[in-house]
């Protein structure tokens, strides 16, 4: 919704008549249904043009790369609150989507946010550096940088990066960008510390014209996908009893009640 000088809230997306429906100015009967896929409409919807196709490609394959990552905890509040409330399939997708953020899943929002302040910068190697070191002296990670299980290169995001570069139609700003501040991450490290997916992901998806702030929707986009392929999952091979026991079995009590030494958990089902 956007508000113009002079004039209450409007809106662009949508609009019906008693015979008609509109996303945007397009007909959804005469112009979408059965000529334009998901990707296609959903681009137009949140970019607000139409997408070209470098931008397709580029927006399936990173909602491909972002859909599964196994048990994550994202996954793992999916499987626990389908198993607590089964009838309530949208509130397990919607507690699995609340862990997309600066974290996991989500990050892609915080790498681009440093690739913005290098493509302004009067020096683009030096703000680089800047940041790097920066990063080290918190003793945090680079977002979009590092992976605890995929050394020494993380090959989605190599792969990501090649699919970037392959395009002529990408100016590849961004990608060059998130070049700079690899060079001086691995300098300041010391040592080569890998890209990570997302933030190959926020590079292509800058490439193609998505804003910072509009990024963790892809992520939350993809991941609902995902998280539904969980509870169909969770339906045929149920996982969510054995991570409560796995908890409750692995995490003793410690306080005074019943003598110490007990277990944790609740007392009830």
Request: some cysteine; aromatic content about 4%.
């Amino acid at each position: 919704m956007t508000t113009k000088p002079d004039q209450g809230p409007v809106t662009r997306l949508c609009t019906h008549t008693l015979t008609s429906l509109h996303y945007r100015d397009a007909n959804l009967v005469e112009d979408l249904m059965g000529k334009k896929t998901f990707t296609e409409v959903m681009l137009m919807q949140i970019l607000g043009r139409t997408p070209r196709p470098v931008d397709l490609r580029i927006t399936d394959v990173v909602l491909i790369v972002l859909m599964e990552h196994g048990l994550t905890p994202s996954a793992i509040a999916t499987r626990l609150i389908y198993m607590s409330a089964p009838e309530n399939l949208q509130g397990a997708v919607s507690a699995g989507l609340l862990a997309v953020g600066s974290s996991f899943v989500g990050t892609m929002e915080n790498c681009s946010r440093l690739l913005d302040r290098i493509g302004a910068a009067a020096d683009p190697d030096a703000e680089a550096l800047a940041i790097a070191r920066h990063y080290k002296e918190i003793k945090g990670a680079v977002p979009g940088f590092g992976h605890h299980l995929h050394k020494p290169v993380d090959p989605r995001a190599y792969k990501l990066l090649e699919m970037g570069r392959a395009e002529p139609d990408l100016a590849g700003d961004k990608i060059r960008a998130l070049e700079r501040l690899s060079q001086a991450v691995d300098a300041v490290a010391g040592r080569p510390i890998t890209i990570n997916a997302t933030g190959a992901v926020a590079a292509l998806l800058g490439e193609i014209g998505v804003p910072t702030g509009v990024m963790r929707g892809f992520a939350v986009i993809s991941r609902a996908a995902g998280l539904v392929a969980h509870i169909v999952e969770e339906q045929q091979s149920p996982s969510g009893r054995f991570i409560w026991d796995t908890v409750e079995e692995a995490i003793p009590y410690v306080g005074e009640g019943g003598n110490g030494g007990g277990k944790a958990g609740g007392a009830g089902q």
